[in-house]
Structures are given as C-alpha cells and as structure tokens.
C-alpha cells in the first residue's frame, strides 16, 4: 500500500503476502519526561579553622559519554529460522541437519538434496527453509517420489547466484558491524537496526503502481520480494522492511514474529515485525517510520499495542496463537509509550539516543533506564 506523504510522518513473507498501507496520524501520542535523581549534599562537620576560599571554576562543556566498542562480526549464520518454524520443528539431530544440508545445498546450486526419511518432517524442513531469505534464487522445487529428497531448478546460474548470495552475506556482515556495539542491551540493537533500515531504504512506489496493475496471485513473486533486491536497490516495500529486519534480529538473537493484516478499508494488507523485548512482545512498523525521502527515522510505531497497531490505524485485528508449540503473542506493555511524538532519532552508541520529538525539541534519552 501507498504511504502517505501528509504531515510530517515519515513514514508481505510467506509468498501470499500483500501490499503496504499507510495512514497516519500526526497528534503526538507520548510526552517524555526524564526521571530526575536529586543527588544529596555530602555530609559537613563544623571546621576548626576557616578555610581558605577558593574558586571552583565552571566546566566549559558537558562531557561526552564515551562510546562503546563496535562488534566484529566475520559470517553470518546461514541457519537461523523464525521462532514459530522453530516452536514446530522436529527435535530430532537428523531433521535438523537435514535443515542445514539443504540451505548448504541451495548455496551450493545443488539439483537434489537429501533429506530425512520421514515425510512429514521433511514438508516441515522444506517450509522452515523456504524463509531463507537465500531462497529467492530456487525457481521451482519439488519434493521426489520416494519423498526423501528435495529436487530443485534454480532462476540463475550457479555463478550468478553465488554473487548474489555473497552480497546478502556481505551486505549483513557490513550492518551488524556498524550498527551494533558490544555492550548494547536487545533494546538498543533493535532500534539500531531499525533505524539502519528506516534511513538505507526508501519506500519502492514504483513497485506498488505495477503491482496494482497486475493480479494478486501475480504481485509476489519471489524474485520482488527478495532481501537481496531490497539490498541491492535501497528500495522496498512493507515486506521488505519487516523481512530485512527479522534476519538482522536472528542473527542477533532477538525473537521476530511476522505480522500481516488486512486494512479496513480497500482491498491491500499490510506487514509489520513483532519483536519480543525483555520477555514482553512489541510491535514495531520500520515502514511507518521509515524516512520515505526526507532523513528522518521516528518512533511514533515503535512498540505499540494491540490498539495501536490495528484499530488506531484503520487495520483489521491480528490474531497470533501458535498453539502450545509458542504460545500467544500480547503486545500490551505501554514502555515505548513516551517515544511516540518522535519525529527523528539517532543512535549515539552510548547507551542514549537522540530524539527530536514532533513539536521540534530535541534530547537526549537514556535507553539503558529502561532495561529489566
């Protein structure tokens, strides 16, 4: 769906999902108010003699806090799985290696690959995999008659693919080293990432006019919705956003669910991470806050409630129950409340970030205060 370009606001994939659709509303939704510490007075005693006066001079500047040590990531873990394919998948050791030989296999431009010899594990292995977001370059793919193997045909030659695999392992190394320091808490590797994301990509109108053209079945091809072209082109669309985020979280490991949800009005759905904080699930929406063209990242739609993030914005409810393999997703926790008349933010990798709110303050918030 389009973004709205009104106001000051800047601001799916399993393959069935839909487009983008941005209302907004500029009212601020949060005020912040710092916790202040009164430090008390030292104790005095009464002096035997008169001290000599001196003059305590005043500090010139306020002292910079110092930064904290960048990460060294070299590889990208090429096996991670999104937690609900996780809470469903086989405990057994041969499903699991099956898992990490046929991601291997794909990488590898291999036409088959051999999986287990249960067949029901292997449709769950072949689902799980199927999220990669290095499987954009398998055409089609098939389970063989035995049911034991995974026979694939590929969209690109094995050196094309190859490159293009590389590019995301790259692309990734380059971002987690950028964005993430060793001391930061999830809280702040989330808002890093997401506004790393926010401010690389804008948002692919283009896409969104041809896809109107074309019929639903049509609109999401794998190939436009890949992370590589979102990479490759600075530009995406709602899906783009949340899948580029939810690898990013994985390889942190940071739990991301993946939402989608109809809009209440027009026939367009939209698609938003959930991200789970401290024990507690946020939803977040990169899209929403994303700059669209004008360098800015908010945080107007960063930690939501269920409220907040359907009805207040004219979506359909979601309903997230993963049975006991997961177990139900509430958002209800109102932390990120205050940060919702933020207009712009930037990472100081200190334990604050800078925040320039709707009404065009600016100062400095100290994330750490809200770690449990």
């Given at each position: 769906?389009?973004?709205?370009r009104?106001g000051?606001?800047v601001?799916?994939?399993?393959l069935s999902v839909l487009?983008?659709?941005?209302n907004?509303?500029?009212?601020?939704r949060g005020t912040y108010?710092?916790?202040?510490t009164e430090?008390?007075?030292?104790p005095?005693?009464e002096?035997?003699?008169?001290?000599?006066?001196?003059?305590?001079?005043?500090?010139?500047?306020?002292?910079?806090?110092?930064q904290?040590?960048k990460?060294?990531v070299?590889?990208?873990?090429h096996?991670?799985m999104s937690?609900?394919?996780?809470?469903?998948f086989?405990e057994?050791?041969?499903?699991?290696q099956?898992y990490?030989?046929?991601?291997?296999?794909?990488?590898?431009h291999?036409s088959v690959?051999?999986l287990?010899d249960?067949w029901?594990?292997n449709?769950?292995i072949w689902?799980?995999?199927?999220?990669?977001?290095?499987?954009?370059?398998v055409?089609?793919?098939r389970l063989?008659?035995?049911?034991?193997s995974?026979?694939?045909?590929y969209?690109?030659?094995?050196?094309e693919?190859a490159e293009?695999l590389?590019f995301?392992d790259e692309?990734?190394v380059e971002?987690?080293n950028?964005?993430?320091?060793?001391?930061?808490?999830?809280?702040e590797?989330?808002?890093s990432?997401?506004?790393y994301f926010g401010?690389?990509?804008s948002?692919d109108?283009e896409?969104y006019?041809?896809?109107q053209?074309?019929?639903?079945?049509?609109?999401f091809k794998v190939?436009?919705?890949?992370?590589?072209?979102a990479l490759?082109?600075?530009e995406g669309?709602?899906h783009?956003?949340?899948?580029?985020c939810?690898?990013?979280f994985?390889?942190l490991?940071i739990?991301c669910?993946?939402?989608?949800?109809?809009?209440?009005?027009?026939d367009?759905s939209?698609m938003w991470?959930i991200?789970?904080?401290?024990?507690?699930f946020?939803n977040?929406?990169?899209?929403?806050?994303?700059?669209?063209?004008?360098?800015?990242?908010g945080?107007?739609?960063?930690g939501?409630?269920?409220e907040e993030?359907t009805?207040?914005?004219?979506i359909?409810?979601y309903?997230i129950?993963?049975?006991m393999?997961?177990?139900?997703?509430?958002?209800?926790?109102?932390?990120?409340a205050?940060l919702h008349d933020?207009?712009?933010?930037?990472?100081?990798?200190d334990g604050?970030?800078?925040v320039v709110?709707?009404?065009?303050?600016?100062e400095?918030?100290n994330?750490?205060?809200?770690?449990?």
């Amino acid at each position: 769906m389009k973004k709205n370009r009104i106001g000051r606001l800047v601001p799916v994939l399993a393959l069935s999902v839909l487009l983008t659709a941005c209302n907004e509303n500029n009212e601020p939704r949060g005020t912040y108010e710092p916790e202040i510490t009164e430090v008390p007075a030292a104790p005095t005693a009464e002096p035997t003699e008169a001290p000599t006066p001196t003059e305590i001079p005043k500090p010139t500047a306020t002292p910079t806090p110092v930064q904290d040590q960048k990460i060294s990531v070299a590889e990208i873990d090429h096996y991670v799985m999104s937690p609900v394919r996780e809470a469903y998948f086989p405990e057994d050791e041969a499903s699991r290696q099956a898992y990490c030989d046929l991601i291997d296999g794909i990488m590898a431009h291999k036409s088959v690959v051999r999986l287990t010899d249960d067949w029901d594990h292997n449709l769950i292995i072949w689902g799980a995999v199927s999220e990669s977001p290095y499987y954009f370059i398998v055409d089609k793919d098939r389970l063989s008659d035995d049911h034991k193997s995974l026979e694939l045909t590929y969209r690109y030659d094995a050196e094309e693919s190859a490159e293009m695999l590389h590019f995301i392992d790259e692309s990734y190394v380059e971002i987690l080293n950028e964005c993430i320091t060793e001391n930061m808490s999830d809280l702040e590797k989330v808002l890093s990432i997401y506004h790393y994301f926010g401010e690389r990509i804008s948002y692919d109108y283009e896409w969104y006019e041809n896809a109107q053209a074309t019929e639903a079945d049509e609109r999401f091809k794998v190939p436009d919705i890949a992370v590589y072209d979102a990479l490759k082109s600075n530009e995406g669309v709602c899906h783009s956003y949340t899948y580029l985020c939810q690898f990013a979280f994985q390889q942190l490991g940071i739990e991301c669910l993946r939402v989608t949800a109809d809009m209440a009005e027009g026939d367009e759905s939209h698609m938003w991470p959930i991200v789970k904080i401290d024990g507690m699930f946020y939803n977040i929406d990169p899209t929403w806050d994303s700059h669209d063209g004008n360098d800015t990242v908010g945080l107007q739609y960063f930690g939501m409630t269920y409220e907040e993030a359907t009805a207040d914005r004219g979506i359909l409810g979601y309903d997230i129950s993963i049975d006991m393999a997961y177990g139900d997703v509430i958002c209800e926790d109102e932390r990120f409340a205050s940060l919702h008349d933020v207009y712009d933010y930037h990472m100081n990798y200190d334990g604050t970030i800078t925040v320039v709110r709707t009404d065009g303050s600016e100062e400095i918030v100290n994330v750490r205060e809200w770690e449990e």
